[in-house]
């Protein structure tokens, strides 16, 4: 079974300044996705960004870019410029690309991110 | 853009209760799934479903069942609630076959077991 881990419980940010967010994960497979998602307040889960296993160039959308280490099974987010809007939790996400049941997300615990005026 | 709509954002049951969350998707999907979001834990699959009528267990379905019969509607039953499945409860849909396409989720039910 898949496990994916968030070693950072909350992190504390200045707005305007650049903030990483950990994640790491254990698989046996060599092709999957990952993802980050943000849930805010409104409890609604937003796709960040994701990055499938197979493409050796890190994703980016606007501000916000990962560090994809695939031998190392890490996959960290990078927020730039930090605005007060991206205050929420963060999850990282893995997903087999073997399908069937396997189509479900494992999650990690989440990073509670506090963007500081 | 994805709908996906539980039918309850608040829910209070009591314990024993036979309990019922409902989730619509407006956008023909095959794959619909329930989790359950503790804080702490993140989210756990409890069931997904790929096909009307068809549906599979995920990381922790004890106490649960699950019903889809109609494409767009997936339910998840409490059959005697337990103070214990307080939580919060997600949503979410795929499509099928497009295997780079994210989960889209609804805006959670926070149940309460008294």
């Known amino acids: 079974a898949q496990t994916v881990t968030q070693s950072q419980p909350e992190m504390s940010v200045q707005e305007a300044e650049t903030v990483t967010l950990s994640c790491t994960y254990d698989t046996s497979e060599s092709d999957y996705y990952l993802f980050w998602y943000k849930q805010p307040p409104s409890r609604q889960m937003i796709l960040v960004i994701r990055?499938?296993?197979?493409?050796?160039q890190n994703a980016t959308e606007n501000r916000f870019s990962v560090n994809f280490q695939k031998a190392a099974k890490s996959f960290s987010l990078k927020i730039s410029d930090s605005q007060l809007g991206d205050a929420a939790m963060y999850f990282c996400a893995y997903r087999s690309r073997r399908g069937g049941g396997a189509d479900g997300l494992t999650f990690g615990k989440g990073t509670h991110l506090i963007i500081q005026p | 853009d994805v709908k996906v709509t539980q039918s309850s954002r608040y829910l209070v049951k009591r314990t024993g209760e036979k309990v019922f969350l409902e989730c619509v998707q407006d956008m023909d999907h095959e794959n619909m799934f329930w989790y359950r979001q503790d804080p702490g834990l993140g989210l756990r699959l409890i069931y997904f479903?790929?096909?009307?009528?068809?549906?599979e267990k995920g990381d922790i379905p004890e106490g649960y069942s699950v019903s889809r019969e109609k494409k767009e509607r997936f339910s998840l039953i409490l059959e005697s609630a337990s103070t214990n499945q307080t939580s919060m409860y997600l949503c979410a849909s795929r499509v099928q076959g497009i295997s780079n396409q994210p989960q889209h989720f609804g805006d959670g039910t926070r149940l309460s077991i008294l």
């Open positions: 479903s790929y096909d009307v009528k068809m549906k």
């Open positions: 990055q499938e296993a197979y493409k050796q």
